[in-house]
T-cell receptor, first 110, second 115 residues
Framework: GQQVMQIPQYQHVQEGEDFTTYCNSSTTLSNIQWYKQRPGGHPVFLIQLVKSGEVKKQKRLTFQFGEAKKNSSLHITATQTTDVGTYFCAEMNRDDKIIFGKGTRLHILP | DGGITQSPKYLFRKEGQNVTLSCEQNLNHDAMYWYRQDPGQGLRLIYYSQIVNDFQKGDIAEGYSVSREKKESFPLTVTSAQKNPTAFYLC??????????????FGDGTRLSIL
């Protein structure tokens, strides 16, 4: 079935280091959404990418959609303790069904 | 403020008991969803509904049931047939209608445990 694979599953970084999580699919994605879930909280929508090769930035966060629309990445520059949480990628299909990756859990070491 | 309200926040179930989790939204969204999240895991889709009086099974529907009698409400019943119900349950909604640009809005979740 349709799957969105996310790597790595866990990532520990020193505060101030950069962080990247990757999302891959064996099939062409119609779009890709990114969510952040803080510990004990619920997922919060960050951004959606639709176009091939699209790049969007939100302050220290950079989101990319691959040229073939089969992969995406989220890069955080100079991580801060507030970046702690799990980052999920997801695809919404035309039937309003959304497929989530398993997420990357980010730990920040002070 | 518009949003999604889940209740209760914590719920305990006895063996052989059915329990119902509430989800209400005032965002005027057509589509609503139920997910299960186990510790350290991702989100697995239980059921979703694109419109009132209609719903579809997700990836792990066995042992669960839903109804969508009103646009704003999508309750989830965890039946006694669900042998491992302990998890964090998240309800979400989106605009629906097959729109390609529709983020999901999540409730605060319900933590269900077995007594």
């Amino acid at each position: 079935g349709q799957q969105v694979m996310q790597i790595p599953q866990y990532q520990h970084v020193q505060e101030g280091e950069d962080f990247t999580t990757y999302c891959n699919s064996s099939t062409t994605l119609s779009n890709i959404q990114w969510y952040k879930q803080r510990p004990g909280g619920h997922p919060v929508f960050l951004i959606q990418l639709v176009k091939s090769g699209e790049v969007k930035k939100q302050k220290r966060l950079t989101f990319q959609f691959g040229e073939a629309k089969k992969n995406s990445s989220l890069h955080i520059t100079a991580t801060q303790t507030t970046d702690v949480g799990t980052y999920f990628c997801a695809e919404m299909n035309r039937d309003d069904k959304i497929i989530f990756g398993k997420g990357t859990r980010l730990h920040i070491l002070p | 403020d518009g949003g999604i309200t889940q209740s209760p926040k914590y719920l305990f179930r006895k063996e052989g008991q059915n329990v119902t989790l509430s989800c209400e939204q005032n965002l005027n969204h057509d589509a609503m969803y139920w997910y299960r999240q186990d510790p350290g895991q991702g989100l697995r889709l239980i059921y979703y509904s694109q419109i009132v009086n209609d719903f579809q099974k997700g990836d792990i529907a066995e042992g669960y049931s839903v109804s969508r009698e009103k646009k704003e409400s999508f309750p989830l019943t965890v039946t006694s047939a669900q042998k491992n119900p302990t998890a964090f349950y998240l309800c979400a909604s989106s605009i629906g209608g097959g729109s390609s640009n529709q983020p999901q809005h999540f409730g605060d979740g319900t933590r269900l445990s077995i007594l």
